[in-house]
Every structure is written in structure tokens, then in C-alpha cells.
């Protein structure tokens, strides 16, 4: 609710203070007297145009300070909190200072861009009269006002596809960042699988190296072996009396008959006869290990190809058998993360899929509810139109899709996927017969669009989030019963709605609530802006004057009396 307007030094208004108490204002006063300031006044402050040529005469800087009371406004509140400027407070004050350099907005003695001003300032109020200002003639709000009227299960099924498709895109965007991600790792991967393939092929073992590297030296040394192990066996036991067995035998024999003789040398008798023994044992193991030497090429030749293998890949990793071992095991750890990933891809894979199905149904029932409603929104605001003699307008809520080749298939054709479903919605207006539907920014006259949005307003009434209406040119060309009509839907209206009205009409300026009159004064060779609240006996007064003009008389004032009851 717009609870007060305060005006410094802006265009004629010295010092004007207005403040409003009730969700039905009337702002009347003779032609040319500045009522129009008022609606720059208030444009500015929700961040329209501000030029310094509308400083007042003499002065530095001019200065608009709007309050709106948040009671209701949700919207508004929503925007102060993205702005950080939230802080439970009821009221919240929009602020612009116009000087000769520069302008500057405040919200709640913060200063602020004016784009802030203005996304803040479109929340609360809107104005209806002034083209650059009208919410109405942006056509990204009608799929809105549309949705509202709707009602719970439309707005229900609204909330259900903005949830999907927000999940979809999130989905979408994780999957194209893991494809990019599995793009970029595809060449490592490739790499990767080619050294886990060839050093899973070469099957290394812990020390199977130096068992080869041994093994290796005895094939390649096999005859000197033999020889080795034949000449040592021939000098432990072979024939003859020159054998060292047969020497050992010798001298034992000698040390145990000496022994009797002497037994301290008995010890080395026994010492003797354990070497002998000894000896004995050498010989069968030689004798063994002799059997089992044999000279095998086929097994010399695979363990040199064997060696040879191991040191390629020894050279060409820079590491031992046991490092690359180890780093086989990492290699596979790596690969273990790509398939994962791969996993992933197809695991997202499958939500999308899963997702697109559900919205691709749930996008085509809303829009076949939007449709519908837009059947029963049309006809309302066409009888609107008729009451406010614009019987012969044609109008119509247009719906179109967008053709995207990476949106969604509907009905065989691909179409770009909007937060909010597949529709584009724009309200369309044929204020004459034999004319094309328009936009409604192409209306030219600002009484007719004043009207087009009162008809649009009233049939939104209990669904509008703006909690702020005012109109300018409402009234313009019309009287009589129509006159009469436009004041039952303001009235209407700001049960819902505060209304604030600026009019040349009495049947308007009869309504029941607050009316303030607007006045031009000339004092010391200036010229003021004045307002002032009338009382009830004024607002009679006021209403006169506007069904006469300046001869008011006793008739036009129980004319007057007679408006202003009927709404008692």
C-alpha cells in the first residue's frame, strides 16, 4: 500500500506532502493545475526517467520520497531481501535525488543503482497511463497474469514443470560436463588402457627377475658345469688311491689305530671320521645335482627373451619390476575412476531420458490448461471491454512456440523448453473493428490503453501481485453510464487492490475514500503545486465543479450529493 509521497523542489512542487490511508484514492483538480506531476513524481521514484530539467526553478537538486507500507506485498519483499535491504521492517521508503550532474536512488537510506529502484519500484506499484511505465505493456508479465488466473491447479502444475525442467537442465548441464570431462580424458584413457594392457601381458612377478637372472647363468654355463661338478666328484671318490675320499679313509683309519695307542687322540680320530662322512655326503649330493643338470636351449632362449622383455620395459618406464608393479595397480586405480565416470554419464543419461518423458507430458497438459483458461480470460475481459464502451475491441491471448532444434519434441516439431513450460503468451488488442490484433503497446491513446488495462485489472483483480494500481486518463473520452462503469471496477478493484485515480470524472470522484485535490497557486511571482485531503463537505464541493465546471450551484451540488450517495 502507497502510504505517502513526499516532493522537494521537483518541477512546480516546492514542498508537497501527501499522505493516503486508504485502498481507494481520488486525485482531482482542473485541467493544467500538475496533476501529471504527481505520476512523474512517482515514476522517478520507481526508476523511470529523472532529468534535472525537473528541478524547480532556483534550486540545486529536487527530491521524491515514496513509502509503501509491505502488508501483503510478497513480491516486494522478495526483491528487498535479493537486494540484502530486508530487515522486517513494515514500511520501505523509495527515494531519488535529482541534481544538476547527476541522479542517484536510495532504498531505505541505501543508496542504490537505479535498475534496483526500478526492479523494487515494479514489485509494488503500477501505473496505468504513462507507456513506459505499465507492467501490462511487457509482455513477459501476460503468461503470468495468465498463470494466476488459472487458479490452484494450474499454478500447482506450473510449480511441477518449473521443478522438473530446473532438475532437467541441472541434469543436462552435469551430463554435458561429465561428456566434456570423459572428451578430455579420452586420449589418457586411451594411453592408459594401452600400458595396463601391455604390462598385464608381460604378467610381472616380485623377484622373478633374479631368479631368472640365475637361472640364465646356469643355462649359459651349463657344460663348464658339468665339468666342474665331474672334477670334483673324481677327486672326492673317484678310482684309484689318489681319491681325497679315499685319502680321508687312509689317514682315519691310521688315527684310530693311533688313538689306542694314544687316546688323547682320539678327538682327532673322531674329527677324522665325521669329514669322511661328510665327504661321503658331498659326493651323493654332487652326484644329484650332477643327474640333473640339462642343457635346455628352448628354456635359454625364453628366459633371455624373458630378461630382454623386463629390461625394455624397465628402460622405457624408468622404473624396477617391483615399481612397476606397483604402478600397474595405480593404473588400474585411474581406469577404475574413467569407468566410474562412464558410469556416471550413463547413469545421468538415463534421468535426463527419464525427465524429458515426464515434462515432455507435463508441458503439454499446461499449456493445454493455459489454453483453456485463456478461452474463459478472453470472453471476461471482452465484457469488460463493453462496459467501458470499447464493445467493438477485439482481444485475444496469443500463444506461439519457438522452434530449437535442442529444446524438446512436441507434437513431432522441436521447440525451445522455457523455465516455465513451452508457451509465449501476449495479450493482443483490436481497439477498432477492420484492425489487426496488436500488442498493447501499440495502442495509441492513453485513455483507450488506461481502459484495456482497467478491463485486464478488474478480471485479475483477486490474483494481481501488485498491490499498488494507479490510473491516469482512465476517464479520457468517455461519461455518462461508462463513466459510471470505470468507477464501479475501481471500486471493484480496490477491494483487492489499493486504487489510486486520477480523474476529471465526477462518477469517479464520487467513490467512497480518500480524495485529494490538486492546485496551481501564483504567490510573490511564483508558482506552486498544492494539494490538499478534502473533507466531506469539499469533496461535494469538488464533485460540482467537475459536473459543471466553475458555476456551481445548488443543482450541480445536489448532483454532487446524489453521486456521492449511491455509493453509500
Same mark, same amino acid.
Given at each position: ?12 512542487? &516546492? ?32 526508476? =523511470?526517467?529523472?532529468? *534535472? *530539467? ?17 502488508? =501483503? ?9 535479493k537486494l540484502s535491504l530486508f530487515e522486517g521492517e513494515p514500511i520501505v521508503i523509495l527515494s531519488r535525488v535529482i541534481d544538476k550532474n547527476r541522479t542517484k536512488g536510495i532504498i531505505n537510506g541505501h543508496p542504490m543503482p537505479i ?93 622373478? /627377475? ?6 640364465? &647363468? ?64 658331498? #659326493? ?62 550413463? +547413469? ?63 507434437? =513431432? ?7 516455465? =513450460?513451452? #508457451?509465449?503468451? +501476449? ?53 455518462? &453510464? ?52 478534502? /473533507? ?24 454532487? &450529493? ?7
Amino acid at each position: 500500500m502507497l502510504v505517502g509521497i513526499l516532493l522537494t523542489d521537483f518541477a512546480i512542487a &516546492k514542498k508537497v506532502e501527501l499522505a493516503f490511508d486508504s485502498s481507494l484514492v481520488i486525485i482531482s483538480g482542473e485541467t493544467g493545475t500538475g496533476k501529471t506531476i504527481l505520476m512523474r513524481a512517482l515514476t522517478a521514484a520507481c526508476g =523511470g526517467d529523472a532529468t *534535472n *530539467n525537473l528541478i524547480r526553478a532556483g534550486s540545486n537538486k529536487a527530491q521524491i520520497e515514496v513509502s509503501f507500507m509491505l502488508d =501483503g506485498a510478497s513480491k516486494g519483499v522478495d526483491v528487498l531481501k535479493k537486494l540484502s535491504l530486508f530487515e522486517g521492517e513494515p514500511i520501505v521508503i523509495l527515494s531519488r535525488v535529482i541534481d544538476k550532474n547527476r541522479t542517484k536512488g536510495i532504498i531505505n537510506g541505501h543508496p542504490m543503482p537505479i535498475k534496483s529502484l526500478m526492479e523494487l519500484g515494479s514489485s509494488l506499484i503500477d501505473m496505468h497511463g504513462q507507456h513506459e511505465v505499465q507492467s501490462l505493456l511487457n509482455s513477459s508479465t501476460h503468461i503470468l497474469s495468465l498463470d494466476r488466473f488459472g487458479g490452484e491447479s494450474l499454478l500447482s502444475l506450473k510449480e511441477k514443470v518449473i521443478a522438473e525442467i530446473a532438475a532437467y537442465r541441472r541434469i543436462s548441464k552435469d551430463l554435458n560436463d561429465l561428456i566434456e570431462q570423459d572428451k578430455k580424458y579420452r586420449e589418457e584413457r586411451d594411453f592408459i588402457n594401452f600400458e595396463v594392457e601391455e604390462l598385464e601381458k608381460a604378467g610381472l612377478q616380485e623377484e622373478e /627377475e633374479e631368479g631368472l637372472i640365475k637361472e640364465e &647363468k646356469i643355462l649359459s654355463n651349463v657344460q663348464e658345469l658339468a665339468n666342474l661338478i665331474g672334477n670334483s666328484r673324481t677327486s672326492i671318490s673317484g678310482e684309484g688311491n689318489r681319491s681325497i675320499l679315499d685319502l680321508t679313509e687312509l689317514v682315519s683309519a691310521n688315527l684310530t689305530r693311533a688313538s689306542v695307542i694314544d687316546p688323547d687322540l682320539s678327538s682327532l680320530s673322531e674329527q677324522m671320521e665325521s669329514i669322511s662322512v661328510q665327504l661321503k655326503e658331498i #659326493d651323493r649330493d654332487l652326484a644329484r645335482y650332477d643327474g640333473a643338470i640339462i642343457f635346455d636351449t628352448d628354456r635359454l632362449s625364453f628366459i633371455e627373451e624373458r630378461l630382454s622383455l623386463l629390461s625394455a620395459l624397465k628402460l622405457k618406464y624408468k622404473k624396477t619390476v617391483p615399481e612397476l608393479i606397483n604402478y600397474l595397480s595405480e593404473l588400474k586405480e585411474r581406469l577404475q575412476s574413467f569407468n566410474s565416470l562412464e558410469a556416471k554419464i550413463m +547413469e545421468l543419461s538415463k534421468q535426463k531420458e527419464e525427465f524429458l518423458s515426464e515434462i515432455k507430458i507435463d508441458v503439454s497438459e499446461l499449456s493445454l490448461m493455459r489454453k483453456e483458461t485463456a478461452t474463459r480470460f478472453q470472453k471476461e475481459v471482452l465484457n469488460e471491454l463493453k462496459d467501458l464502451a470499447m464493445e467493438n475491441a477485439g482481444f485475444k491471448v496469443s500463444f506461439k512456440t519457438v522452434a530449437d532444434e535442442n529444446g524438446i519434441e512436441i507434437d =513431432g516439431k522441436m521447440v525451445k523448453l522455457f523455465p516455465d =513450460g513451452i #508457451d509465449l503468451v +501476449e495479450f493482443l488488442i483490436a481497439p477498432n473493428p477492420g484492425e489487426g490484433f496488436k500488442p498493447l503497446a501499440s495502442i495509441a491513446s492513453g485513455g483507450e490503453l488506461s481502459r484495456v488495462t482497467l478491463a485486464i485489472k478488474k478480471v485479475l483483480a483477486e490474483v494481481d501481485e501488485i498491490p499498488v494500481l494507479i490510473f491516469d486518463e482512465v476517464d479520457a473520452g468517455i461519461g455518462g &453510464k461508462t463513466g459510471e462503469k470505470v468507477a464501479e471496477k475501481l471500486r471493484e478493484i480496490s477491494k483487492y487492490r489499493q486504487v489510486i485515480c486520477i480523474t476529471h470524472l465526477p462518477q469517479i470522484a464520487s467513490l467512497p475514500g480518500e480524495h485529494f485535490v490538486v492546485e496551481k497557486v501564483v504567490e510573490d511571482g511564483e508558482t506552486f503545486l498544492k494539494t490538499r485531503k478534502l /473533507e466531506e463537505c469539499e469533496r461535494v464541493n469538488e464533485v460540482a465543479r467537475m459536473i459543471s465546471g466553475t458555476n456551481v450551484t445548488t443543482t450541480t451540488i445536489s448532483q454532487a &450529493k446524489e453521486l456521492i450517495g449511491r455509493w453509500e
